[in-house]
């Protein structure tokens, strides 16, 4: 999705939820810096790296939801040991992937997940994809550097030259975004309860956002 496609729709987060465009703005600058020496001279460029992941593949997508490890079971061996499927994995769904025996290929996390299990995945060989946003600044600069060089960062405000924007607002509907910007076959989801009613008011808010920007896309 193109920044001037996305930015309709992020004006209107950031009304609905009162964000700071400017924190915002400061964390995707954060990020950049801190991604600065992350990559070697030679290396493939990360959209090489999870196009080659993600392109023509059938992509399961893991939200943190309880039914999360219900839905995984019923799965698995479809997914299991074949090389047409990829799992991406929104945030703290690593953790109950990992305690299954299931590496995540890609984690799209904003870090308010278990880090040490991301951390984990990622010296495991998973494709880290790093949110930043205005609240998560003090957890960029802590976890970024503790990540080997399989990373990527995204913002929800304008993108700079090494941090993106394929849009998306939670967890779960980037990993829909990504799979869908990088040319994913098949895009299914487990692990996802829209309407729940155990969270919050303003958890809620945020799955009835990621409900309705992934049907945009499925």
């Not at 400017?22 to 995707?28: F, I, P």
């Not at 997914?79 to 109950?96: K, L």
């Not at 399989?150 to 799979?179: I, K, M, W």
């Not at 692990?191 to 945009?216: H, M, P």
Request: aromatic residues 6%; contains cysteine.
């Amino acid at each position: 999705m193109r920044y001037t496609e996305w930015e309709p729709i992020y004006e209107e987060i950031l009304k609905d939820f009162g964000f700071d465009r400017a924190r915002d703005e400061e964390a995707a600058k954060v990020a950049s810096e801190l991604l600065a020496y992350k990559r070697r001279a030679g290396e493939a460029t990360l959209e090489e790296e999870v196009a080659s992941l993600i392109r023509g593949k059938r992509v399961l997508v893991c939200g943190n939801a309880p039914c999360l490890e219900r839905d995984i079971s019923a799965k698995a061996q479809e997914f299991e040991g074949s090389d047409t499927s990829v799992v991406i994995a929104a945030d703290g769904a690593t953790s109950v992937l990992l305690r299954n025996g299931i590496i995540p290929d890609i984690v799209c996390t904003d870090l308010d997940g278990t880090i040490a299990d991301i951390i984990t995945a990622n010296r495991l060989g998973t494709l880290v994809v790093v949110h930043a946003h205005g609240d998560n600044i003090p957890m960029l600069r802590k976890v970024i550097p503790a990540l080997n060089e399989h990373v990527l960062c995204t913002t929800q405000s304008e993108p700079l030259p090494n941090v993106y924007n394929f849009g998306g607002f939670t967890d779960g509907d980037r990993c829909v975004f990504l799979a869908k910007e990088f040319g994913a076959q098949r895009i299914e989801l487990v692990g996802f309860e829209f309407e729940d009613e155990q969270v919050s008011e303003r958890k809620r808010k945020k799955l009835r956002w990621a409900k309705r920007l992934i049907k945009t896309l499925l």
